[in-house]
């Protein structure tokens, strides 16, 4: 970048064969699965988890784990870009699609243009619904053909792969429609509201 | 319905700091004391983006947590090498005064506490993870605020423990602060302290009751949080008093 100091000494140290525009810029590759959540990893039973879609004080639909297993499986392979920098390419995922489930409770248009993601532990992110459908948005369950490490967001976690991964909630349990854009948690503590990673929108302003 | 907070602030620009001094924290770990003429504050437990550019171009950006107190004219970051990594090698073996990269910042509200915050202040590091916690002790020092505070602090050996003897200090002179080390891999001979990673008993055993609603602030590597922040919520502490940063070669953070 223009004006940027040239740090004395220091080189890439890169390996990888990665071609470029897999990359976001300021991103690099790396082959383990960082762990990063501001709590406690909450420990849910499948048998105690319920996922809702909300519109303003009423329910739109419910589902058991069991009810959602039910539902039609799309499995994506795809990089996830975190906000502190790590990628992760051709990771594999499977769940529902955010058309599925709108589908699953008879909608055929999303009824507002925003949503909030509520998740055990209280984790909020909101998202613009043009990111969501069109198989843009899942709710996934297994990765790597396996069911989600808790660690990793399991039981559940939202996955929008196109944004920085804070928006992929872990243990999301609710969608809820807004009519207006509302700031979720680490949107109201300095963090881009949108968070494209090919744009480098890391915090507020970028 | 809530209208729209969406208005965005001001960019987080990308200033230039200048190394001021370096300090040997241990054999792996450095501390780089940085003047940034810009800077506007920070809050204690916040992080920065930092950037380096090669010759070629090439430019690489990790996130550091600040060690230093927003009391303090210069910031402090401390690094620990991680010998597969790109940015931490080049920072802790080849930087020397006098030095300049860029920075952006402070990053981060949540993982945050300062001498308004009520309560009594429990903080739980492992390896490096100590930085931001060293900016809340740092900050509680400077402002002679008798918080009863404790921190359980792992490291592998004495050798690798990070500010020891400021810590020991800053314990010595505070009855309202305790310092419970634990040295997992290595002890000195007549080590009379605990010997084993952070587990439930030992939590129970030093940490302040649920009752008494302690602030909970963890950072070290992956497991180390895992667990901790597991028997925590096991022994009766609510999720949102604990607050959680990862560190180190699974975490993320630093590389």
Not at chain 1, 187 to 196: K, M, R, T, V
């Amino acid at each position: 970048m223009a004006g940027s100091p040239i740090s004395r000494g220091f080189r890439s140290r890169r390996q990888e064969q990665t071609p470029r525009n897999r990359v976001p810029p300021g991103q690099y590759v790396t082959t383990d699965f960082p762990v990063l959540s501001a709590g406690p990893t909450p420990q849910i039973k499948v048998e105690d988890w319920t996922l809702s879609l909300q519109l303003a004080g009423s329910l739109l639909g419910k589902w058991s784990w069991a009810e959602f297993e039910a539902l039609p499986q799309t499995t994506i392979k795809t990089d996830i870009h975190c906000v502190t920098k790590w990628s992760k390419l051709d990771t594999t995922w499977r769940g529902v699609t955010f058309d599925d489930l709108l589908k699953g409770v008879g909608l055929a248009e999303p009824p507002t243009p925003y949503v909030m993601a509520h998740s055990d532990g209280g984790y909020t992110t909101n998202l613009p619904v043009a990111d969501l459908i069109n198989g843009r948005g899942m709710i996934v369950t297994r990765y790597e053909g396996l069911p989600i490490p808790p660690v990793h967001g399991g039981p559940a976690r939202l996955f929008v792969p196109h944004l920085y991964f804070w928006k992929s909630a872990k243990w999301v349990r609710r969608l809820r429609f807004m009519e207006k854009d509302e700031r979720g948690f680490w949107e109201s503590l300095g963090y881009h509201n949108y968070g494209d990673p090919w744009k480098e929108q890391r915090y507020d302003g970028d | 319905m809530i209208e729209p907070a969406i208005a965005p602030q001001p960019r987080l620009e990308w200033q230039l700091a200048e190394v001021r001094a370096i300090v040997v924290e241990t054999p792996r770990v450095k501390s780089l004391l940085l003047q940034v003429p810009a800077w506007q504050g920070h809050l204690p437990g916040q992080h920065v983006d930092i950037r380096l550019t090669a010759e070629d171009g090439y430019q690489a950006q990790r996130s550091y947590s600040i060690a230093s107190p927003p009391e303090d004219a210069l910031l402090t970051l401390t690094v620990e090498r991680l010998d597969n990594g790109e940015v931490s090698p080049y920072l802790v073996d080849d930087v020397r005064v006098g030095d300049q990269f860029e920075l952006r910042g402070p990053i981060g509200g949540y993982f945050v506490w300062t001498v308004a915050t009520r309560g009594p202040l429990c903080l739980i590091a492992g390896g490096s993870g100590i930085a931001p916690l060293a900016a809340m002790l740092r900050h509680r020092a400077r402002r002679k605020v008798r918080a009863p505070t404790l921190l359980m602090y792992s490291s592998r050996s004495l050798e690798e423990v990070i500010y020891g003897e400021e810590l020991d200090a800053m314990s010595r002179g505070d009855s309202d602060l305790r310092l419970v080390n634990t040295l997992t891999r290595e002890q000195p001979e007549g080590w009379t302290g605990y010997r084993r990673r952070i587990d439930k008993a030992m939590l129970a055993e030093v940490g302040f009751p649920p009752e008494q609603h302690p602030k909970i602030f963890i950072c070290g590597p992956t497991p180390l949080v895992e667990d901790a922040s597991r028997f925590l919520v096991e022994l009766g502490h609510p999720f949102p008093t604990i607050k959680t940063e990862r560190f180190g070669p699974t975490g993320g953070l630093a590389s």
